[in-house]
């Protein structure tokens, strides 16, 4: 039998998730009017990304040193909240597209297979770590610390637990996506997609969110702060 024109499937697509990770193969992102499609969507995950990026760092700053910066901790903490539920649904809505037979997505095509698998890993990852972290903020230290009947769960552990797994999940996404993100961002093309105002809007909107979502988280961890 001539196997010369079926080659063995790469079931895990290790060698299209390397060359898309290292920068050396892009999704063909169709570009649309009015709103980018494809490639402005593509862009506006990408910026968001980055600002994400950004205050993972900081946030990560603060657990040198939790108990001394953790009116810092809870700050940044609360500022991630909008810019991950924006990135959601732009990851999101790229993924109902595609499902739904949407020709321009069909076009761009999806992920690499180990990167479609974590995803959503990554997804219920990062909102459990946020979601505990904004109610042991508010509930205060004593709350937070009490076990639930008698085992050694409380919500503070649960927040712990969820931080272990996002950081292993996350880690192996930035992995996959960063290079990407930085030759999005960076390249010539960029300012050419249609729909730039409504992505530097809704990342502006994200970021007005976040400081309110800041303030109010803050106000309520006087526990904590104090």
Request: no cysteine; proline share 6%.
């Amino acid at each position: 039998m001539d196997l010369s024109h079926h080659p063995e499937p790469d079931r895990w697509e290790i060698g299209s998730l390397v060359a898309e990770a290292t920068g050396r193969a892009a999704r063909p992102d169709p570009h649309l009017d009015r709103t980018g499609g494809p490639a402005g969507n593509a862009r506006l995950t990408a910026w968001t990304g980055m600002v994400l990026l950004v205050l993972l760092a900081v946030e990560g700053i603060t657990l040198i040193d939790v108990r001394g910066l953790i009116t810092w901790h809870i700050v940044v903490g609360s500022l991630l909240v909008p810019p991950a539920l924006l990135k959601t649904a732009t990851t999101g809505w790229r993924m109902v597209r595609y499902y739904a037979g949407s020709r321009d997505y069909r076009t761009a095509g999806p992920p690499p297979l180990l990167l479609r698998l974590l995803a959503p890993l990554v997804v219920v990852s990062t909102l459990a770590l946020l979601t505990t972290g904004i109610v042991v903020g508010v509930v205060g230290p004593d709350s937070a610390r009490a076990s639930f009947w008698g085992t050694p769960a409380s919500l503070l552990f649960l927040h712990q637990a969820s931080f272990a797994v996002w950081v292993g999940a996350t880690s192996l996404h930035v992995l996959g996506r960063l290079v990407p993100a930085v030759r999005i961002i960076g390249g010539r093309a960029a300012s050419a997609v249609d729909g730039r105002a409504l992505r530097g809007l809704a990342v502006l909107v994200a970021l007005a969110l976040a400081v309110w979502v800041a303030t109010i988280v803050l106000a309520g961890s006087a526990g904590w702060v104090g």
